[in-house]
C-alpha cells in the first residue's frame, strides 16, 4: 500500500473540548489513484496498528487477496493519538516545537472516526462498499455507520462491541496503572519516558488478547523437570520489550484511554437506538475464545442492527484470532462483498 499524509493549517476540535490549531493525517491506499467507480474498501485499524493494512494484516489484505489492493480501492487512515504520522502525543506541537506528549488532548472514538471523514472528502470518495475494522477498528466501524448511514453499504464488525464492558475497561485500567507507575512517566522529557510502565502494560493486554487455550498450546515447558516456568514470563516480556521498540508510552496512554470512550449510543437515545439506525448490510464477526468480545455479547448485537448476520469463527488464540484466521475471515468477506 502507498503512504500519504493531508495536512490541515486549521484547528480540530475534538469531543471531549480540546483543540490543536493543525492536523496531519497519515492513510495508506492501494497503488495508484481513486477513480470514480472503483470498489472502496475502507479499513479501520485496531489499537496498536498502523495504516498499513497490507503490513499487519497480509493474508487478507493485498495483490490477490480478499482485499485485492489492485482490484480495489483499499484505504486505511492512522487513527489520531497513534506514533505512527497522524497527530497525536508523538507529534510536534507547532507553537511549542516540541512533542505534545501528555499536552495532547483527549481524544474519542468518535474524533477517530472524524478524521477519516476528511480523508474520505478529501479523496473524493462518495460511497464506501465495504467498511471494515476489528476491536478498536470495529469500535469505529460503528461510529462511522451511524455518522454517515448513506455512505456505508456493507460493514464488517469483528471482534468488538458497542459500548464498552466494565471488563475492558479494568484491563485498560490495569494497563494506565502501569504507566503511571513509572515515574518517567509523569516527567514527560521526552518520547523515551514511561518505556518501563509501557513494557509491563503490554504484558498486561496481552492476556486478554490470547486465550487459556491459546497460551496453554504454546507456552507451556517442554521440559518435564523444569523448577520455574519460565517460557511464557520471558514472552510475555518479550511482547513487552516488542512494542515499546516502536511505540511511545503517551501515545499508548492516549490510544487506551480513548476506548473507554466507546458508547455508540451517547447523545442518540442509548445504544438499541443507535444500532437500530444503521442502514448498512453488516456482517457481526465473533471469534469463539475471544473473552473481550465474547459470543454471548455480540449475538445481541448483531440482533439489533436491522441488516445483519452473525457470524462465529473457531479459533484457540482468543482475541487476536482476527489477525490468525485468515481463512475463515477472507469466506465471509467475499460473501459480504456479493450480497
Known amino acids: 500500500m502507498q503512504r500519504h499524509s493531508l495536512i490541515l493549517d486549521q484547528p480540530f476540535t475534538f469531543e471531549a473540548g480540546g483543540q490543536i490549531p493543525r492536523l496531519e493525517l497519515v492513510y495508506h491506499t492501494s497503488p495508484r489513484a481513486y477513480r470514480p467507480g472503483d470498489r472502496v474498501i475502507w479499513i479501520c485499524h485496531a489499537l496498536t496498528a498502523s495504516s498499513d493494512a497490507e503490513d499487519w494484516w497480509p493474508g487478507i489484505v493485498g495483490p490477490g487477496k480478499v482485499f485485492d489492493?489492485?482490484?480495489?480501492?483499499?484505504?486505511?487512515?492512522?487513527?489520531?493519538?497513534?506514533?505512527?504520522?497522524?497527530?497525536?502525543?508523538?507529534?510536534?506541537?507547532p507553537v511549542t516545537g516540541q512533542p505534545w506528549l501528555l499536552r495532547f488532548p483527549e481524544v474519542?472514538?468518535?474524533?477517530f472516526v472524524q478524521a477519516s471523514i476528511l480523508v474520505r472528502k478529501h479523496l473524493g470518495i462518495g460511497q464506501i462498499d465495504l467498511l471494515a475494522g476489528a476491536s478498536t477498528g470495529g469500535f469505529q466501524v460503528l461510529e462511522w455507520c451511524v455518522m454517515e448511514p448513506d455512505v456505508i453499504r456493507r460493514a464488517a464488525i469483528i471482534a468488538t462491541d458497542a459500548r464498552v464492558t466494565p471488563y475492558l475497561t479494568a484491563y485498560d485500567t490495569a494497563q494506565r496503572m502501569a504507566l503511571e507507575a513509572d515515574p518517567s512517566f509523569f516527567e514527560a522529557c521526552s518520547l523515551d519516558g514511561g518505556k518501563d510502565g509501557l513494557r509491563c502494560a503490554r504484558a498486561i493486554a496481552m492476556i486478554s488478547y490470547r486465550s487459556y487455550e491459546g497460551y496453554n498450546q504454546t507456552?507451556?515447558?517442554?521440559?518435564?523437570?523444569?523448577?520455574?516456568?519460565?517460557?511464557?514470563?520471558?514472552?510475555?516480556?518479550?511482547?513487552?520489550?516488542?512494542?515499546?521498540?516502536?511505540f511511545d508510552a503517551y501515545s499508548y496512554a492516549c490510544l487506551v484511554h480513548a476506548c473507554e470512550s466507546n458508547n455508540l449510543g451517547r447523545g442518540r437515545g442509548g445504544?438499541?437506538?443507535?444500532?437500530?439506525?444503521?442502514?448498512?448490510?453488516?456482517?457481526?464477526?465473533?471469534?469463539?475464545?475471544?473473552?473481550?468480545?465474547?459470543?454471548?455479547?455480540?449475538?445481541?448485537?448483531?440482533?439489533?442492527?436491522p441488516a445483519a448476520t452473525y457470524h462465529e469463527i473457531s479459533s484457540a488464540f482468543g482475541h487476536d484470532g482476527f489477525l490468525l484466521e485468515n481463512e475463515q475471515l477472507s469466506t465471509i468477506f467475499t460473501s459480504l462483498c456479493k450480497s
Not at 514470563?233 to 520489550?241: D, E, I, N, V
Not at 457481526?284 to 455479547?297: A, E, G, K
Open 69 to 93: 489492493t489492485e482490484r480495489d480501492f483499499v484505504v486505511c487512515v492512522n487513527i489520531l493519538g497513534s506514533p505512527y504520522g497522524s497527530s497525536g502525543p508523538a507529534a510536534i506541537d
Open 219 to 246: 507456552q507451556y515447558e517442554t521440559d518435564t523437570d523444569t523448577l520455574f516456568a519460565d517460557r511464557c514470563a520471558s514472552y510475555q516480556r518479550h511482547q513487552g520489550l516488542k512494542l515499546a521498540k516502536r
Open 271 to 305: 445504544v438499541e437506538a443507535a444500532l437500530a439506525s444503521i442502514r448498512a448490510h453488516c456482517a457481526v464477526v465473533c471469534i469463539s475464545s475471544d473473552s473481550l468480545f465474547p459470543p454471548q455479547m455480540m449475538r445481541p448485537l448483531a440482533a439489533a442492527i
Open 108 to 111: 474519542t472514538i468518535r474524533d
